[in-house]
């Protein structure tokens, strides 16, 4: 189910589809590996190395491969090694969010999500 509105970027290093990134410089992305990355949004479906172009959903319906398991309507945000994974902060914490789970998956899964950045507080 893909509906996004996507750009093309330059990416600064290997992404694998499906991923959450962020800025590294104007016009390249990197992939988000912590929770308080400034996630811009969602890889399409092709793995890509440094220098190669990427499509980037940035807004509507995506597909992103969960890191962890998650249940649907959770905010998902990015962790360690780039697993995308439920946003759960500790109490006075604040993460960001790059998706809301429409359905429910496991670690490794391939999901619908809406893509939706913004900040969660623990």
Request: glycine share 14%.
């Amino acid at each position: 189910m893909q509906s996004a509105r996507a750009r093309t970027y330059i990416a600064g290093g290997a992404i694998t589809a499906r991923s959450f990134v962020k800025f590294s410089a104007d016009g390249v992305v990197v992939v988000a590996t912590a929770a308080t990355d400034d996630i811009i949004g969602i890889t399409a479906e092709l793995d890509v190395v440094q220098g190669e172009r990427v499509d980037v959903y940035r807004a509507g319906s995506a597909e992103l491969r969960l890191g962890g398991t998650v249940a649907r309507g959770a905010p998902l945000t990015a962790a360690a090694g780039g697993a995308r994974v439920a946003a759960a902060p500790a109490a006075g914490v604040r993460n960001r969010h790059g998706a809301f789970a429409e359905v429910s998956g496991v670690s490794g899964d391939i999901i619908d999500v809406e893509i939706d950045l913004g900040f969660i507080t623990g």
